[in-house]
């Protein structure tokens, strides 16, 4: 069974705002330096582009992961949700200068591996 080009677009658009989101929220963590409490933490979560950027952006994988499940089974769709962490590991060492240890690279296949593995089983 071949997935549908607009299937496939859905899978990218979902998994790419996912890491989108979570590197933006990263960004804007590491922007608000000392905030020394929790209403200043607030402040300054509420007062981040990239927080609210990041926001957005997470909040637009639910539509898109609702359209997915339209036809997908979950029980093969959800373990597919994991190659964000491929997206979250690249963008971390792009952005941040974040190492990628072997260990990484290592989890990297056996996430590659274990969805074709489960997508297999569809077939």
Same mark, same amino acid.
């Given at each position: 069974?071949?997935?549908?080009?607009?299937?496939? +677009? +859905?899978?990218?658009?979902?998994?790419?705002?996912?890491?989108?989101?979570? =590197? +933006?929220?990263?960004?804007?963590?590491?922007?608000?330096?000392?905030?020394?409490?929790?209403?200043?933490?607030?402040?300054?979560?509420?007062?981040?582009?990239?927080?609210?950027?990041?926001?957005?952006? =997470?909040?637009?994988?639910?539509?898109?992961?609702? *359209?997915? +499940?339209?036809?997908?089974?979950?029980?093969?769709?959800? !373990?597919?949700?994991? *190659?964000?962490?491929?997206?979250?590991?690249?963008?971390?060492?792009?952005?941040?200068?974040? !190492?990628?240890?072997?260990?990484?690279?290592?989890?990297?296949?056996?996430?590659?591996?274990?969805?074709? *593995?489960?997508?297999?089983?569809?077939?």
């Amino acid at each position: 069974m071949r997935a549908e080009p607009r299937t496939i +677009l +859905l899978w990218a658009v979902m998994i790419g705002l996912d890491t989108i989101a979570q =590197l +933006l929220f990263k960004l804007s963590a590491e922007r608000m330096g000392e905030v020394g409490n929790w209403v200043g933490w607030v402040r300054a979560v509420a007062q981040s582009p990239a927080f609210w950027l990041g926001t957005i952006a =997470l909040a637009t994988t639910l539509p898109t992961w609702m *359209l997915i +499940l339209r036809t997908a089974r979950v029980n093969l769709a959800f !373990p597919a949700t994991a *190659l964000t962490y491929i997206g979250v590991i690249s963008g971390s060492r792009w952005l941040f200068g974040e !190492p990628i240890q072997w260990i990484q690279f290592c989890g990297i296949a056996l996430i590659v591996v274990g969805v074709g *593995l489960i997508r297999a089983q569809d077939d």
